[in-house]
């Protein structure tokens, strides 16, 4: 289809919602009760206690607050400095909200509580789970993870949340299942970016069932010591740091195990540019973006960019034998 076709530079960043139209509508929707009624109407299996407090403007408050800062895991350090909040917090990708990095205003929008999550496929028993119960059944650590995106620019977080691996525990998928397919919410009412019909919506990633339980691999729910901000994509996101950031899924509500490779967003966009494997690579140059070195978010500075994004040591022997999963 030739509109698939059309390159990320090519599409208008003109038609996004301006942040100012958006608070408007919240305001409305306020003070007429609206967003207030729509809360609280989905009945949520597992989300069974009651406990959920509401604040005074109406919405739900987090009852895993209290678990940050979560204490660190010193497996995972870093040789270079942490981005600076300021920076990694209005400098995103997340195109549910708009092409273009500023869309941390918009992404406010987002009602994050209640989060119904969806565990299917080749399981035992298909889970539905309110994402406050699922992550309060989770060990949240915290990890200090590099974040390389295909752009060539990179940062450094301190991620809070738990393995991947602890999810597919829970989910007792059944012999066979190969992929862990995510998806990200649907909802081009608050996120007007899913408006623009030429992206496959919605958002979908997906890892090998060795990827997906490879230590590395991490279910994240806060960064710098607190809950995530939605920009970020709360309230659960991935991070695969030895991977480009397209594969580092935001806001999921479904978990599908399969037998199946699922077909990536980017991937359906353009597989030629955007493949499955997507593993950070200095010497293989995406179209526009040489990979052999990377900007600092913040910082200004230029670093050379490493295989693995710097996690050979963890993840290289997954590849070894297939020289495709190394290219694309
Ligand atoms: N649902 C969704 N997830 C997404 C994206 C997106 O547009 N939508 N962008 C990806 C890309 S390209 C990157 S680099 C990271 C950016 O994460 P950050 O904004 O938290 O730095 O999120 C990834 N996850
Ligand atoms: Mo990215």
């Not at 549910?96 to 028993?125: C, M, N, T, Y």
């Not at 994402?131 to 752009?151: F, G, K, Q, T, W």
């Amino acid at each position: 289809m030739l509109i698939k076709n059309r390159r990320r530079w090519e599409i208008s960043e003109n038609d996004v919602t301006s942040e100012s139209i958006f608070f408007n509508r919240r305001r409305f929707l306020k003070t007429s009760g609206l967003l207030v009624a729509g809360i609280g109407t989905g009945l949520v299996a597992g989300c069974d206690d009651g406990a959920e407090a509401e604040t005074v403007s109406g919405a739900l408050s987090d009852p895993n607050a209290a678990r940050y800062p979560a204490p660190r895991n010193a497996n995972f350090t870093l040789t270079r400095e942490i981005s600076r909040e300021e920076v990694t917090s209005r400098y995103n990708n997340f195109y549910e909200f708009g092409s273009h990095k500023r869309i941390s205003g918009a992404a406010q929008a987002l009602e994050i509580r209640p989060w119904q999550v969806v565990i299917d496929g080749d399981v035992d028993k298909v889970l539905t789970l309110d994402a406050d119960d699922l992550i309060s059944r989770m060990p949240l650590e915290e990890r200090l993870y590099r974040h390389r995106c295909v752009e060539a620019w990179a940062m450094a977080v301190p991620w809070t949340g738990f393995p991947v691996a602890e999810l597919v525990k829970l989910a007792n998928i059944k012999s066979g299942v190969r992929y862990l397919r995510m998806e990200t919410f649907h909802n081009p009412d608050v996120a007007t970016g899913q408006n623009e019909f030429w992206y496959p919506w919605p958002y979908v990633e997906g890892l090998t069932i060795e990827e997906a339980t490879n230590d590395l691999a991490f279910m994240v729910t806060g960064v710098y010591g607190k809950p995530l901000p939605k920009q970020f994509g709360a309230p659960l996101r991935l991070s695969v740091p030895w991977k480009y950031g397209f594969k580092s899924v935001k806001s999921i509500v479904r978990f599908t195990f399969t037998k199946e490779r699922p077909v990536s967003f980017w991937e359906d966009i353009n597989a030629a540019e955007y493949g499955f494997w997507a593993n950070v690579n200095p010497e293989v140059p995406h179209p526009r973006w040489s990979q052999a070195t990377e900007e600092l978010l913040g910082t200004g500075k230029r670093v050379p960019t490493q295989l693995f994004n710097g996690y050979a040591e963890e993840v290289a022997h997954l590849y070894t034998g297939n020289e495709t999963m190394l290219y694309r």
